[in-house]
C-alpha cells in the first residue's frame, strides 16, 4: 500500500514557467512533509519542508502548500530553470517516527 | 558545517560474495544515521537507522545487515549477495527525530553479476 503518491512520472515545463509538483498521501498522522531534489547518481538534496500546522512555506523560489483535508501538497519553483531539471521526491513522516515514507519521484524536465 | 562521505560510488560484485559499504559524517555529534535503498523507478527503502553506536534498527528483513562501530560511522555488510541486492544505496543523517530533514550522501551504485 503506497501511502505517499506521486502520480506524474515525469513533467515537462518552459524555462522561466511555474513548474507544478503534486503529491498525495493517505496516512493522515504524517505531520511533516519534504520536498527533495536528485540528480542521476547522486543522492537526493533537501529542497524544503512544511509541518501540518501550516499550510504554505517559502524559500526563494520554492513553495510547498499542504491541503490537509484533501491530503494533498504541492511544490511550485517560479520561474523554472535548465539547473531545476531532476527527479522530485516529496516525503512524509509521522510525529517522531524516524522513517520517512517516500513517493516514487517526477522527474521534471526544463526545456529552453 | 557537516559533511557525509560514502563509498565506494560504484561497485560490481559476483553473487556471493560479501560487501562492505561505508559511510562517515563530519561536522556533527551523536547524529541519526540511516541505510536506504532505490530499486529503479521506485522512491526510496529504509532499510537500517542508528541512534546511537553500536545501536541497529532494521525496517525490512533482507540479506543485509549494518553496524555502527563508531559515533559517526555507518557500515552496511553482507556476507553473501544475491541478485536481488542491486541496487542503489544511500546513507543518511539527521540531527534528531522530529521536525528534521535528513541529508543524503551521494550513494553508491551496487551491480551483482
Known amino acids: 500500500d503506497q501511502q505517499v503518491k506521486q502520480n506524474s512520472p515525469s513533467l515537462s515545463v518552459q524555462e522561466g514557467r511555474i513548474s507544478i509538483l503534486n503529491c498525495d498521501y493517505t496516512?493522515?498522522?504524517?505531520?511533516?512533509f519534504l520536498w527533495y531534489k536528485k540528480y542521476p547518481a547522486e543522492g537526493p538534496t533537501f529542497l524544503i519542508s512544511i509541518s501540518s500546522i501550516k499550510d504554505k512555506n517559502e524559500d526563494g523560489r520554492f513553495t510547498v502548500f499542504l491541503n490537509k483535508s484533501a491530503k494533498h501538497l504541492s511544490l511550485h519553483i517560479v520561474p523554472s530553470q535548465p539547473g531545476d531539471s531532476a527527479v522530485y521526491f516529496c516525503a512524509a513522516k509521522e510525529g517522531s517516527n524516524y522513517q520517512l515514507i517516500w513517493g516514487a519521484g517526477t522527474k521534471l524536465i526544463i526545456k529552453p | 558545517s557537516q559533511t557525509i562521505h560514502q563509498w565506494p560510488a560504484t561497485l560490481v560484485q559476483p553473487v556471493g560474495s560479501p560487501l562492505s559499504l561505508e559511510c562517515t559524517v563530519e561536522g556533527t555529534s551523536n547524529p541519526n544515521l540511516y541505510w536506504y535503498r532505490q530499486a529503479a523507478g521506485r522512491g526510496l527503502q529504509l532499510l537500517f537507522y542508528s541512534v546511537g553506536i553500536g545501536q541497529i534498527s532494521s525496517e525490512v528483513p533482507q540479506n543485509l545487515s549494518a553496524s555502527r562501530p563508531q559515533d559517526r560511522q555507518f557500515i552496511l555488510s553482507s556476507k553473501k549477495l544475491l541478485l536481488s541486492d542491486s541496487g542503489f544505496y544511500l546513507c543518511?543523517?539527521?540531527?534528531?527525530?522530529?521536525?528534521?530533514?535528513?541529508?543524503f550522501g551521494d550513494g553508491t551504485r551496487l551491480s551483482i553479476l
Open positions: 496516512n493522515s498522522m504524517f505531520d511533516y
Open positions: 543518511a543523517w539527521s540531527v534528531l527525530p522530529g521536525y528534521q530533514p535528513q541529508h
